[in-house]
């Protein structure tokens, strides 16, 4: 038998929990075609594995790549760790939508919440686009090595809907309050995969403020459900106040389970402290019993100290359709891994540390 390509003596770990095997892998165009021991095959290319590891491409649930798409199309570090998929847009922190003279403060922010330099984002994104639909086309004009799904960030949304009082506590009017969910709905439509917000009590604006959306009540973020759920539904992420506004943030995590479907949250992988793992696990399986079945929850991958941050509702359109599994079926396709991707479940631990559950 001929194959296009053949990796061989790898240790195949193909993802579904079952141990490691000495396996080769053959591929035929972009279609795994067999494994197993294939000694008598050939293949166009061949690949020594020994003493590696052939797995199928991680997805990284969260990243801030928003920018540096813009100038290194490898998405380093992700992709050197074998990730295939990125989120992008976490946090609430996103570029779009963005009218041209609120380029700069979105810019700013970034640089304040994750460190990535204001002129570099600034120089390093060729900035053609208002809507977030619009940014993702630009995106897929830089032509990416890795597949790319993204949320929209609740800090753009609110800024351009809201301006200097997005910064404040004020509550959006039923008017922007509308034009929040449309903007939502509108996103998703267009290829994002959700929706993103920021609530902990770390993230500023370089005057000192909180990024918007941070005080948001729960009446927005139901508002906004609704606007994704008129365009079929998509993730809800945040990284939350589980400092100060512990219950509430519980509270808002739940709504979200049951109004928007998929949620997935940063939480913080402890300090080596298992009873801190204990609780999420407790507070997954709790909110599972609420609003659906707990799906599949690994904290695993970085920390042994940390826990996974996915919450499964089962009875939003989200999860009806399967946020990324709906994007990689639909016409944003060209988004995603053409081949499908697992539906978003894998999890990483966060670096923003919340306090103890009390
Ligand atoms: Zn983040």
């Known amino acids: 038998m001929k194959y296009d390509l053949i990796i061989r003596g790898g240790s195949v770990v193909d993802g579904t929990g079952k141990p490691a095997v000495r396996a080769d892998v053959a591929v035929n165009g ?5 494994i197993g021991l294939l000694a008598d095959a050939t293949a166009e290319r061949e690949i020594d594995a020994t003493g590696m590891v052939v797995s199928p491409g991680f997805v990284d649930l969260h990243t801030h790549l928003d920018a540096q798409v813009g100038w290194d199309p490898y998405m380093t570090s992700s992709s050197w760790h074998g990730v295939t998929t990125v989120l992008m847009g976490n946090c609430g922190v996103t570029f779009a939508p963005v009218v041209e003279q609120d380029r700069a403060f979105l810019a700013e922010m970034m640089e304040s919440v994750e460190d990535i330099p204001r002129q570099a984002i600034l120089d390093g994104l060729p900035w053609d686009w208002e809507t977030y639909p619009e940014y993702l086309d630009s995106v897929q004009r830089l032509r990416p090595a890795l597949n790319v799904v993204g949320l929209v960030g609740h800090c753009a949304i609110r800024t351009q809907v809201m301006g200097e009082r997005s910064l404040g506590d004020e509550d959006p ?6 034009r929040m969910a449309d903007i939502a709905e509108e996103s998703v439509a267009g290829g994002a995969v959700g929706f993103s917000t920021s609530r902990i009590l770390l993230h500023f604006v370089p005057d000192g403020r909180y990024v918007p959306g941070t005080l948001a ?58 009873r801190f793992v204990e609780y999420w696990d407790n507070f997954l399986n709790e909110t599972a019993s609420t609003v659906g079945t707990r799906r599949n929850v690994d904290g695993s991958q970085a920390d042994p100290a940390g826990e996974g941050q996915d919450v499964g509702g089962h009875d939003g359109p989200a999860h009806r359709r399967g946020a990324l599994g709906r994007t990689a079926r639909s016409g944003a396709s060209r988004r995603v891994d053409r081949r499908g991707q697992p539906q978003g479940h894998l999890v990483r631990p966060e670096e923003d540390l919340p306090a103890r559950p009390r």
């Open 30 to 34: 972009d279609r795994i075609a067999a």
């Open 173 to 178: 009017t039923p008017e922007e309050l509308g």
């Open 217 to 274: 009540k729960i009446k927005e973020y139901e508002a906004i459900a609704d606007g994704m759920n008129r365009a079929g539904g998509g993730l809800f992420q945040s990284v939350n106040d589980f400092g100060t506004k512990f219950e509430h943030e519980i509270e808002l995590l739940r709504t979200m389970a049951g109004r928007a479907g998929d949620v997935l949250f940063s939480g913080g992988a402890g300090d080596g402290d298992m």
